[in-house]
């Protein structure tokens, strides 16, 4: 068993350090990647006054889709559609089309933009995903990368343009989910407010990222347009639905169990591979084999005993067989003075061609444990 074992642990414990290493170095970067998958909609409520009309609730709702078509496996290609919605009776649709001239449409738009899949960063050459048409892009757009740091990233924002700071601010919980916040605030900055309308822009919005992720959790924003007389363009409080915090924090905690499982599993193959290289090792190079079996002492010729020990009637009729020999020979010879025993009396010997273990005679109830003895 030794010569067996002993390989086989030493060629399991070879195949667990490569599997070990493989997962560490090689894993990770398939698996923190943006999917290419992706079909999201994101739900926001809050209030608003547009225009200088009184403030109302609203609903606004943004829906990001991957082009699977125009993504690689490097860079993934978004188009986001978000629609901005009165939501004055609580029950606005996520949005309606342009063309209907519905009366609770505020503001809709379309953004199409390709992230880099590991850092989340916008690629510099757009056009060579997006066509001709494709609008220039930096920083972080829709997320963080996988393993945010405690530190300041460059963030887009399309109203600008151009990325802004979003600080790290400290950390919270969430549902038991520990998230980063980051804060973007920027502040009366010349921009177009409405389409060709130049005026203010304000904004302060609070995000709260999943560190392992890099998905934004919640959102909160103060966002003030202002027109170029300081009349107000739109003053709005937005965030995201407590609904959608349950469902993104769920959705981070299932990812991040997965994230976390590949980030154990190099530890757990590594300490077994050594484990069994070890003990295959022992059973290799270690003395003595469990498989070989000492000679058996050589049976003493026929008519010749072990020294020191007495034959008695060990003469057979010509024609018999040793091997069938059942007389019993005791060592010492008798001393002198005393009797000897009934050396010659015969041991109960086998049944013929009966089996040797766990044979049970119908007849004999009492029968059938150990071997089966022919009685006298």
């Keep these: 068993m030794r010569k067996i074992l002993g390989p086989l642990l030493l ?15 090689w894993v990770p970067g398939q698996v923190k990647k943006t999917p290419l998958d992706v079909d999201s909609i ?3 409520l809050g209030d608003a006054s547009y225009l200088g009309s009184d403030r109302a609730p609203v609903k606004a709702t943004s829906h990001t889709v991957i082009d699977g078509d125009a993504s690689t496996g490097a860079v993934a290609v978004f188009q986001s559609f978000t629609c901005l919605m009165w939501n004055k009776d609580g029950k606005a649709p996520n949005c309606v089309s342009a063309e209907a001239a519905d009366t609770r449409l505020i503001n809709a738009g379309a953004d199409n933009f390709a992230t880099d899949r590991v850092t ?3 690629v510099s050459d757009q056009e060579k995903f997006l066509g001709a048409n494709a609008s220039p892009h930096e920083g972080l757009i829709n997320k963080f990368p996988f393993g945010v740091e405690k530190k300041t990233y460059p963030f887009w924002d399309g109203i600008l343009n151009r990325a802004v700071d979003a600080a790290f601010v400290g950390e919270e919980k969430l549902d038991g989910l ?9 502040q009366d900055q010349p921009a177009e407010v409405a389409s060709g309308v130049q005026g203010k822009y304000s904004d302060d919005k609070t995000m709260w990222i999943d ?10 924003e103060k966002q003030v347009r202002t027109l170029a007389d300081g009349g107000s363009a739109l003053d709005m409080n937005l965030a995201f639905t407590d609904e959608q915090v349950a469902s993104n924090v769920s959705d981070a905690k299932a990812n991040g169990n997965k994230l976390g499982l590949v980030g154990k ?12 290289l070890a003990l295959g090792a022992l059973l290799v190079l270690g003395k003595g084999d469990d498989d070989d079996v000492a000679p058996a002492a050589a049976a003493p010729a026929a008519g ?9 009637g060990t003469t057979l009729p010509r024609g018999t067989d040793p091997a069938l020999d059942t007389t019993v020979r005791r060592p010492g010879a008798p001393g002198a003075g005393a009797t000897a025993p009934d050396a010659t009396r015969p041991l109960p010997r086998l049944e013929q061609g009966g089996p040797l273990f766990g044979s049970r005679d119908p007849k ?13």
């Design 304 to 312: 010749t005993t072990a020294a020191g020990a007495t034959t008695v």
């Design 265 to 276: 599993m190099p530890w757990i193959a590594g300490l077994l591979g050594l484990a069994s």
């Design 42 to 44: 994101t739900t926001l």
């Design 178 to 186: 520990s998230t980063y916040k980051f804060n973007i605030n920027v």
């Design 211 to 220: 560190p392992v992720t890099g998905s934004i959790i919640k959102q909160a």
């Design 120 to 122: 989340a960063e916008a």
């Design 364 to 376: 004999d109830p009492e029968s059938g444990s150990g071997i089966n003895l022919t009685k006298g």
């Design 11 to 25: 060629g399991l414990g070879g195949f667990l350090l490569t599997t070990a290493l493989m997962v560490a170095l």
